[in-house]
């Protein structure tokens, strides 16, 4: 039957040529669009990862949800010991502490309100290759009293590098404390709402300001964003017995998640108006070529043939029509994404963003077999209908058809 089945479908050369032209096209659209929609999704990651959150934060108990307010109530005083405990495991590429606070920031003239970050300046450049900078360089630990500021923040003091600025603020106690800073650098990250408060220190100095040694998170960094949800399991095992939690990057930036909810609802709707237009176009051809083909088969009822034996030869056709045009169409995808890729297509900043961005058509094995999936059930429902309704029509009536 397989060998009869794919006679009859290049027999006619023309209608199955169109037929698998909008197969191929509508495979291919789904390879394209839905590998687009991946590379927003990687990138997004990538630059919420290597910009603000890293990979994982360790941090107190109840810190997430109320330390914003009070920082300095959810200190991890231990933070060195825990720091050695995880880089134990070997996925993980970095462990960095940061401490938070708030204040104000003033530059002789006026004040400007602040949330700020003690870091270790060399391994938040590591981290930080998505934070880009825009004047001036990246804090290094050499720098005792060098300060990054937000791109919001520079613009909001007329702040350029090398001014002095101050940091003041009131630590634990009440009391009122206040540090001298060279701006090093102006940033800008993926947030616009976080350039305009953001401001960075050396941890050391941080510490001093606030009269503590403690820090608000450690900030782990690993060599593969795959193995995130592996490793969080991994380390909370370890620190199970400690008063802290552990936050992946997706949990940190609950902005993900919705954008990734909203692009897959629309890919969805994309995936079923592509379905649509491949099973009405294929349904219009197949029907075509079953009406033409009525006093063939006919004959073929005359002479004894079933009518199961008769739907199983026209749904084989269907589906060599739908294996053929839906493996070419994710051959033609594959090629139009390298292609793409290598050009890029450059895209406007996001929502609540300044920067710009290069996207790319990711070649992702799932979606690869969900376009392949579509061509081909879409091409084998077109061909259902048409089947049963020939092998309704009476023998006599399809014979007619012969003369």
């Known amino acids: 039957m397989l060998d009869l089945a794919l006679r009859n479908v290049f027999r006619q050369k023309t209608r199955t040529a169109m037929t698998l032209a909008a197969i191929v096209f509508g495979v291919a659209g789904l390879l394209l669009s839905g590998g687009f929609v991946r590379d927003i999704f990687f990138q997004l990651g990538e630059l919420l990862i290597h910009s603000q959150s890293g990979h994982l934060q360790v941090m107190r108990t109840g810190y ?16 060195g010991s825990i720091s050695t405990l995880l880089r134990e495991i070997p996925e993980i590429d970095d462990v960095m502490a940061r401490i938070s606070f708030s204040g104000l920031l003033n530059n002789g003239r006026s004040d400007w309100a602040i949330v700020g970050e003690g870091v270790e300046p060399d391994k938040e450049s590591r981290l930080g290759s998505h934070l880009r900078i825009i004047a001036g360089r990246q804090l290094r ?17 007329k702040l350029v590098p090398g001014e002095r600025v101050t940091i003041m603020l009131n630590t634990k106690e009440g009391s009122l404390n206040s ?3 060279e701006v090093i650098g102006i940033f800008q990250s993926f947030s616009k709402d976080f350039d305009a408060r953001a401001v960075r220190i050396p941890l050391k100095a941080a510490q001093e300001l606030l009269f503590n040694t403690g820090v608000n998170t450690l900030v782990i960094s690993l060599k ?12 909370k095992s370890k620190v199970s017995k400690l008063p802290v939690e552990v ?19 629309q890919f969805g709707i994309l995936q079923l108006i592509i379905l649509l237009m491949v099973l009405l ?7 075509m070529s079953i009406t033409e083909r009525t006093g063939e088969f006919g004959t073929m009822r005359a002479l004894g043939n079933r009518s199961g034996h008769i739907i199983r030869l026209i749904m084989t056709e269907s589906s060599l029509l739908g294996v053929i045009g839906s493996g070419t169409g994710v051959a033609l995808g594959i090629v139009l994404a390298l292609a793409i890729s290598t050009v890029g297509i450059p895209m406007p900043p ?11 058509i990711r070649i992702v094995p799932v979606v690869v077999a969900t376009a392949f999936l579509v061509g081909v059930v879409a091409t084998f429902l077109a061909a259902l209908v048409p089947a049963m309704r020939v092998t309704r029509t009476p023998v006599v009536d399809a014979l007619r058809q012969n003369i």
């Open 64 to 79: 997430y949800e109320a330390g914003t307010r009070s920082p300095e109530k959810y200190l991890i005083d231990n933070a």
């Open 141 to 157: 630990d050499q720098d005792q009293d060098g300060i990054m500021i937000g791109h919001g923040v520079a613009q909001a003091l």
């Open 179 to 181: 540090l001298d800073f």
């Open 224 to 235: 593969r964003t795959e193995d995130t949800a592996r490793v969080a399991a991994m380390v």
């Open 247 to 265: 936050r992946t990057w997706i949990e940190l930036n609950d902005f993900y998640e919705k954008t990734v909810a909203l692009y897959d609802r």
């Open 281 to 287: 176009t294929v349904s219009n051809s197949v029907n």
């Open 350 to 360: 996001p929502p609540n963003s300044n920067l710009t961005y290069t996207a790319h």
